[in-house]
């Protein structure tokens, strides 16, 4: 049986409308403007640049609560598209997806190296370790350059449970 391949735009466009389906449930994302760029299954979360996000005026430097808040959510939303990127595939349709709960943070431990400058950061979540009822996860934040990273993180998760 020889299925003909889907069509690179219409793989794009699938995966595109998964991604913003899966963040628009998080309504604290919109509030904090990040947003998520997609290559493959890669995610790069990216906290745009606001003035509300600084903590401290005088330096000016974004507030740790914001980069905490940055990193856990790359973070669980990075293990919430490795969870649902296998369905995805199988099924080819969006709307075929059910709803999912996300992973609940267990402990959540920020390393702050240097201040958060006053424009876009960027971070990158790795999982380390993810089985049916856990998942370690390691996050790194840069801005200009991605080897200065000016905060990491590492997460442990509790998994939702999966049907079937």
Do not use: C
């Amino acid at each position: 049986m020889n299925r003909k391949p889907e069509p690179v735009q219409a793989v794009k466009q699938r995966r595109d409308a998964t991604l913003e389906k899966l963040i628009a449930g998080v309504p604290y994302i919109q509030f904090l403007g990040i947003r998520f760029d997609r290559r493959g299954d890669e995610l790069t979360g990216v906290l745009t640049y606001d003035d509300k996000l600084i903590g401290n005026p005088m330096l000016p430097a974004l507030h740790g609560g914001v980069t905490a808040a940055f990193l856990e959510v790359t973070a669980i939303i990075e293990l919430s598209w490795s969870m649902i990127w296998e369905d995805m595939e199988k099924q080819q349709v969006v709307g075929d997806l059910p709803r999912r709960a996300l992973p609940k943070t267990i402990d959540f431990t920020v390393d702050y190296l240097r201040s958060g400058l006053p424009r876009d950061a960027y971070a990158r979540a790795r999982i380390n370790r993810s089985g049916r009822r856990y998942a370690s996860v390691h996050v790194e934040a840069w801005q200009d350059n991605r080897s200065r990273l000016f905060a990491q993180a590492t997460g442990h998760f509790l998994m939702p449970a999966r049907d079937g």
